[in-house]
């Protein structure tokens, strides 16, 4: 097992930034693939990015790419989204996941869950 712990999450205005940070704790978690994903209310949860279980390969949403950024730290056990010129459309709820998915980019595939940081950004 794998137990996620999300945080960061807050209030920030139009163009700021902020960074979320998902920690486990239980099985050796560099054998481990993390995803971000968000849910926004009324709508389905949606990929942001992953990064592998040694770092060397990120993959981001279209809709973040170039303005999020997926690192981890795993002798910290630690996974970061940086988040930079928010806009009032990544209001979620944001989730880290960790598995070994099949595809990255597939919400569902991961295996362990966070219980979610809210994001709300404000125009």
């Known amino acids: 097992q794998v137990q996620l712990v999300e945080s960061g999450g807050g209030l920030v205005q139009a163009g700021g930034s902020l960074r979320l940070s998902c920690v486990a704790s239980?099985?050796?978690?560099?054998?481990?693939?993390v995803g971000w994903s968000r849910q926004a209310p009324g709508k389905e949860r949606e990929f942001v990015g992953a990064i592998s279980g040694s770092g060397g390969v990120t993959y981001y949403a279209g809709s973040v790419k170039g303005r999020f950024t997926i690192s981890r730290d795993n002798a910290k056990n630690t996974v970061y989204l940086q988040m930079s010129s928010l806009k009032p459309g990544d209001t979620a709820v944001y989730y880290c996941?960790?598995?070994?998915?099949?595809?990255?980019?597939?919400?569902?595939?991961?295996?362990?869950w966070g219980q979610g940081t809210q994001v709300t950004v404000s125009s």
């Open positions: 239980g099985r050796t978690f560099s054998n481990y693939a």
């Open positions: 996941a960790a598995g070994r998915p099949a595809t990255y980019g597939s919400v569902y595939d991961y295996d362990y």
